[in-house]
């Protein structure tokens, strides 16, 4: 993250502020991803959107695989396995329907964004963030608490901006 050229200027933000929480997976321990979930979104429910706007959860998954293919089931099957041990309902607010614009993943009642990267993704820098299969985890409101600013503009409608700003480099 020290490259100037990492990608995500809120990454870099959270790693000067020392505000980055890690949960380290050992193989075939589940258990633990789970665990470690229940306890950042219970702390994301009592932190205040402005005190914890800077703390993502960087999750470093200790298996190793011999292709992306292998990496992306992989991760999409440790989602799987959150969705299902998941103790709260959906909230009802979200849709069930994850190809509906407005669905987002939830757990423990809180709408989460993850952004996975795999050991072997080649085509984005941002996509492989080293040896081990990674989830970086955020609340879904931090980004249109990010996006909104002053103005009242949710995250959807961010990418457009975001898309206008890399094309101007």
Avoid at 12 to 21: E, N
Avoid at 80 to 102: F, G, R, V, Y
Avoid at 149 to 165: A, E, H, M, N, V
Wanted: net charge positive.
């Amino acid at each position: 993250m020290q490259n100037p050229e990492f990608p995500c200027i809120f990454a870099l933000k959270a790693y000067k502020l020392q505000g980055i929480l890690f949960l380290f997976v050992p193989i075939c321990q589940p258990k633990t991803f789970i665990k470690g979930m229940m306890e950042y979104t219970e702390f994301v429910k009592i932190t205040p959107i402005d005190k914890r706007l800077y703390n993502p959860l960087v999750i470093f998954f200790q298996n190793s695989f011999t292709s992306l293919f292998k990496e992306q089931i992989f991760a999409w099957q440790q989602l799987q396995c959150l969705h299902n041990n998941d103790t709260k309902k959906w909230l009802e607010h979200i849709p069930t329907n994850p190809s509906d614009s407005a669905w987002s993943f939830c757990f423990n009642a809180v709408e989460l964004f993850f952004n996975i990267s795999c050991p072997h993704h080649q085509i984005f820098k941002n996509r492989n963030l080293g040896d081990f299969i990674t989830f970086i985890v955020n609340p879904r409101e931090n980004f249109d608490y990010v996006a909104k600013g002053d103005k009242k503009q949710t995250f959807s409608q961010c990418p457009l901006k975001i898309f206008k700003r890399n094309s101007n480099a």
